[in-house]
């Protein structure tokens, strides 16, 4: 069963995010599953534009942290496929966040163009109190949008922030009522698919291209580290107690 859903009308590509089960946790196969829409959607002449999102009441709780856990040392996961294909998606990608948008959850939403936030999304980027380091580019983008120390906050203390503090840090284009989310993210793709393509291909690779490298070199090394740091006790400890419902003991580590 795929939890990755897409489809194309009015030349804009919705690609969705359903697992409502585990909150959208993506696992390794959900990321391949996005890797290939946003594949498609790069390669279809009719699409325009990508649209994604999660379902009402969330966007996504992030990496599958069983997922995590099974992963063998030194194992890399389908998400370097996302990795590589997002930051250099040519076509403006608009994002629809409602509730829960936790590790990955946020740190993709640096890689999309207008992002929409309903009043009840709730941020998070856990990665150091899960024992682990924050991933793509997000110890690069974060910093320049949000500044050091709004960025020092968010990423070194992990906890939850509002939808309008994410606007305020510069990671959401605008806050709306819950009721209207998908309306609004809905309006911005249909008036961007209504663009000159080429403008706007043009004016996003003029805005990116400045720092492309620079920001492949930095998911490179935070994936190094993510993967050293997902094989220590703090990470394996960290993780057991989410899933056991529990809070984590480092007292000993
Ligand atoms: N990986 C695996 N399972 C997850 C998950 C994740 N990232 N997020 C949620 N789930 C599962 C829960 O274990 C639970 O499963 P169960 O019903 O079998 O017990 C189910 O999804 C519902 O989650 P729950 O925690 O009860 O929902 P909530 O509304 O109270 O909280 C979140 C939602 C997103 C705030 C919370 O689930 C959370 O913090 N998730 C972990 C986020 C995380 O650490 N992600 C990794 C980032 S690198």
């Known amino acids: 069963m795929s939890f990755i859903h897409s489809t194309v009308e009015n030349r804009v590509a919705r690609i969705e995010i359903s697992r409502p089960e585990k ?11 996005l890797t290939e829409a946003f594949g498609a959607a790069a390669r279809d002449p009719q699409v325009r534009v990508v ?15 069983s997922d995590f856990l099974q992963r063998k040392p030194g194992e890399s996961s389908p998400v370097f496929g996302l990795f590589q294909v997002l930051p250099a998606f040519e076509k403006p990608v608009v994002a629809a966040v409602a509730g829960p948008a936790v590790g990955i959850g946020t740190t ?4 999309c163009d207008l992002v929409y ?19 793509f580019g997000s ?7 949000a500044g050091y120390q709004r960025a020092a906050k968010l ?8 939808a309008q503090e994410a606007l305020e840090a510069g990671i959401v284009t605008a806050v709306v009522a819950k009721e209207s989310l998908f309306e609004e993210a809905g309006k911005a793709a249909a008036s961007l698919a209504a663009l000159p393509r080429e403008s706007l291909r ?23 580290l993510f993967v050293e740091r997902l094989a220590s006790p703090e ?14 003991d480092f007292s000993r580590l």
Not at 212 to 221: R, V, Y
Not at 235 to 248: H, I, N, Q, V
């Open 23 to 33: 909150k959208n946790a993506l696992t390794g196969e959900m990321y391949a599953r």
């Open 51 to 65: 649209l994604l999102h999660g379902s009402r009441e969330c966007f996504t709780s992030g990496n599958d942290v």
């Open 108 to 111: 993709l939403l640096l890689h």
């Open 117 to 135: 936030a309903a009043s009840d999304a709730r941020f998070q980027l856990p990665f150091v109190p899960l024992g682990i380091v924050p991933e």
């Open 139 to 145: 110890t690069l983008l974060l910093p320049r949008l």
């Open 155 to 162: 990423l070194l203390l992990g906890q939850p922030f509002t």
């Open 202 to 224: 043009l004016t996003k690779r003029l805005m990116k291209q400045g720092q492309a490298k620079e920001l492949q070199a930095q998911i490179a090394e935070e994936g190094r």
């Open 235 to 248: 990470a394996k400890e960290a993780m057991s107690a989410f899933l056991e419902k529990r809070k984590p």
